[in-house]
């Protein structure tokens, strides 16, 4: 069918076509299919008052300033690690996906993995796709900066064990 993407499971993992990346892309060759820009970041309640500030937040320069604003108080990392680029973010994201992906033996191939990488990044950069909020926060953080989690209220699945923990 036109315009659909068949992704070929075979007994050494998926195969991942490209749509629409070149083979041998990663991630940081993705960043080059759009101008960057940065911007300031502002949201005021009712009132009118700042309730949330940043500077030199970096986006495509396509985004609006509502998904500037949203990228920047809720997605970015704040604290010990300061993001301000979604390049940072869609780094920390795929990489740790792929990443996961591949000790999981999930790809057939390391262009596979490599094309996984940079269209889930090209997804991401041109709001194609999103994942849900808690990988948008935590997804990477380890991997990325070394930062671990709090395992107070988190669940995960135990592959040797078979259960969730």
Same mark, same amino acid.
């Given at each position: 069918m036109d315009g659909e993407i068949e992704i070929l $499971? %075979? =007994?050494n993992g998926l195969k991942i076509p490209r749509f629409f990346t070149k083979v041998g892309e990663k %991630? *940081? !060759?993705v960043f080059n299919y759009v101008k960057w820009v940065k911007r300031k970041s502002i949201i005021k309640d009712t009132s009118g008052n700042v309730i949330f500030e940043m500077k030199d937040v970096e986006v495509p320069e396509f985004w609006t300033q509502t998904a500037t604003d949203i990228l920047a108080q809720k997605y970015f990392r =704040?604290? !010990?690690v300061k993001e301000n680029s #979604? =390049?940072?973010v869609v780094k920390r994201l795929v990489k740790f996906w792929r990443y996961y992906g *591949?000790?999981?033996k999930m790809f057939e191939s390391e262009e596979d993995a490599n094309a996984f990488e940079a269209e889930v990044a090209?997804? #991401?950069i041109f709001q194609i796709a999103a994942p849900n909020s808690p990988q948008w926060f935590n997804a990477g953080l380890? #991997? $990325?900066y070394g930062i671990k989690g709090d395992k107070s209220g988190l669940f995960y699945y135990d592959e040797n064990e078979k259960i969730t923990k």
């Open positions: $499971a %075979t =007994k %991630t *940081e !060759d =704040k604290g !010990d #979604l =390049k940072q *591949e000790i999981n090209y997804t #991401l380890y #991997l $990325a």
